[in-house]
């Protein structure tokens, strides 16, 4: 006896969702130097050739607070506009030259006439004209799942399906900035991954130079 065409469709239905079920997991991701003290602000990105698409993504925020980028690490979709408010009382001049998105906020205080937007994926390099000490960070992602480590250089990856790849970042990476660590999960990945990233001392930045810098500090 042959079964109904409606009953094959069904098995089938359910067959896909078991196995897509039996190879969700979560898997904690640990991030530390090579010294072996936790990292935060280390970015792990799930790579996909096709990241669900959003209609619409929220303005993300970068702001300069004490002569700093807040926060340091920023994480956001590619195509997605980040806006730069000034909430100190002293000018900056928001600028980088990353080959991910070029581009330069002149002296400003307040808000900035637009936001700007984040075409391409891949690390920004920030900095600020007026003040050298200042330095921030974009990390531009295709729109797969993307999580930061906390303090205690964790990144939960929640019901992630198997096998699968990642890529992980760090700022003080010695690795260069635009350059990410691929890392492949297999089907029977352990739930607790450990990752060392070797890291260094920042190396001083250049600047547009020293013009534009008197009674702004």
Same mark, same amino acid.
């Given at each position: 006896?042959?079964?109904?065409?409606?009953?094959?469709?069904?098995?089938?239905?359910?067959?896909?969702?078991?196995?897509?079920?039996?190879?969700?997991?979560?898997?904690?991701?640990?991030?530390?130097?090579?010294?072996?003290?936790?990292?935060?602000?280390?970015?792990?990105?799930?790579?996909?050739?096709?990241?669900?698409?959003?209609?619409? /993504? %929220?303005?993300? !925020?970068?702001?300069?607070?004490?002569? =700093?980028?807040? $926060? +340091?690490?920023?994480?956001?979709?590619?195509?997605?506009?980040?806006n730069f408010p000034?909430?100190?009382?002293?000018?900056?001049?928001?600028?980088?030259?990353?080959?991910?998105?070029?581009?330069?906020?002149?002296?400003?205080?307040?808000?900035?006439?637009?936001?700007?937007?984040?075409?391409?994926?891949?690390?920004?390099?920030?900095?600020?004209?007026?003040?050298?000490?200042?330095?921030?960070?974009?990390?531009?992602?295709?729109?797969?799942?993307?999580?930061?480590?906390?303090?205690?250089g964790q990144a939960?990856?929640?019901?992630?399906? /198997? %096998?699968?790849? !990642?890529?992980?970042?760090?700022?003080? =990476?010695?690795? $260069? +900035?635009?350059?990410?660590?691929?890392?492949?999960?297999?089907?029977?990945?352990?739930?607790?991954?450990?990752?060392?990233?070797?890291?260094?001392?920042?190396?001083?930045?250049?600047?547009?130079?020293?013009?534009?810098?008197?009674?702004?500090?």
């Amino acid at each position: 006896m042959m079964i109904p065409r409606l009953l094959k469709r069904i098995l089938c239905g359910l067959t896909f969702l078991f196995a897509q079920a039996v190879f969700a997991a979560d898997i904690t991701v640990l991030i530390s130097d090579q010294h072996g003290q936790p990292l935060n602000n280390a970015v792990v990105e799930v790579k996909t050739e096709r990241p669900q698409a959003r209609s619409a /993504l %929220p303005l993300a !925020i970068m702001d300069q607070v004490a002569k =700093q980028f807040k $926060p +340091l690490v920023l994480v956001v979709e590619q195509g997605q506009q980040v806006n730069f408010p000034n909430s100190d009382n002293i000018r900056h001049h928001v600028y980088s030259f990353s080959e991910t998105k070029p581009f330069q906020l002149k002296l400003y205080s307040g808000q900035p006439e637009a936001p700007i937007t984040f075409d391409n994926n891949g690390v920004v390099v920030l900095g600020c004209n007026i003040h050298d000490s200042m330095v921030g960070y974009i990390y531009v992602a295709k729109g797969g799942m993307t999580i930061k480590t906390d303090e205690s250089g964790q990144a939960m990856l929640k019901e992630i399906t /198997l %096998p699968a790849e !990642i890529t992980v970042w760090q700022p003080l =990476q010695a690795a $260069p +900035l635009e350059q990410t660590q691929r890392i492949s999960l297999a089907e029977n990945s352990p739930s607790s991954l450990q990752v060392t990233i070797n890291t260094t001392a920042p190396t001083p930045r250049n600047t547009f130079g020293s013009k534009f810098k008197g009674g702004n500090d």
